[in-house]
């Protein structure tokens, strides 16, 4: 099977424009990383994209393309043509995933993760809280920013934008006056489109790894979160596994929200807060996430040769963690 792996904020989506630095670090580890498993299982031929700003280092035998400002929405058309198949690792800020998997879907190629409309269900934070909560799935009180929703809330709370991915625009605000200050600046949550105020979760913060078939989903990793509370909010990185008491209650709140979200395939990752009595689940993000570079170190199989057979429909038996590693955003392990 030829397979095109596009990396959006390293991999030349954004070629000729500024690329924020977090994204452009944990997109080029992401990549790397896969690159190598995909690599490693020796039976695809595989294509990457890049941005000359961002140099990959691919094992020998991956195709590289470099796209340019003028020519890289053709060009990726053009690979994507010419290939069976296309895993994409993109933010869903101003719904990029989802664009890019629909210009995927509409080329007829199979892709590998979640479908553009599983996609655009997963990001819309709005409308996420429902979904989950009809499946029973604890997560928390979540309105579109308004003084009326600010009193409803209550203090402390999380500013974040309707469609963004990881750390980006997210705010936590103690009073009215951080509220007002944070809403003024038009700390990015705007961009996406509305902006949303969450109730704040005080607990350890942690994140589920999951394979998922399009129904039914595995949990691979329960993985502790490095978060610095700044304003904005930025992620570190982590360690996997997690050893906590909630562990395993979150990966069954991880599995029943990615089963709420038809569609769902490959490698996902659910955004879990392990309170003082239960998981809550924050978010479901449809797509590789940081912490497979920690998930990968830690099990003896291929990662991305289980989350192709997922894609396939043949979830695997989860594999044992074999070591505990801790991860930074960059792609350090140790």
Known sequence: MR?????????????????????????????????????????????????????????????????????????????????DAVWLIAPESGRTLERLALRVEKQGKTLLGSSSLAICRASDKARLPRILADHGVSHPETRVASIKAAEAIGYPMVVKPGLGAGCEGVWLVRDAGELRQTLDVGHGATRS??????????????SVSLLADGRRAIALTVNSQCMATCRP???????????????????????RACEALPGLRGYVGVDVILAQSEPV????????????????????ENVAAMALDACAGALPDPPPPRRSVHFTAAGGIS
């Open 281 to 300: 689940v924050i978010e479901v993000n449809p797509r590789l996430t940081t912490a497979y570079l920690g998930v990968r170190s830690v099990v003896d």
């Open 233 to 255: 909010f930025s992620y570190q990185g982590g360690r996997t596994p997690l050893e906590h008491p909630l562990a395993q209650r979150a990966a069954e709140a991880a599995i």
């Open 3 to 83: 397979i095109l792996v596009h990396e959006f904020a390293s991999g030349g989506g954004l070629a000729g424009r500024d690329v924020p630095m977090s994204l452009a670090r944990e997109g080029s580890a992401m990549l790397a990383a896969l690159i190598a498993d995909l690599a490693a299982i020796g039976q695809h031929q595989l294509i990457t994209t890049a941005d000359s700003r961002f140099p990959l280092k691919a094992p020998p035998g991956v195709e590289v393309v470099t796209l340019s400002p003028s020519s890289s929405n053709r060009v990726f058309d053009q690979l994507i043509a010419s290939v």
């Open 193 to 206: 489109g509305r902006v949303l105020l969450q109730r704040y979760v005080p607990g350890m913060a942690a």
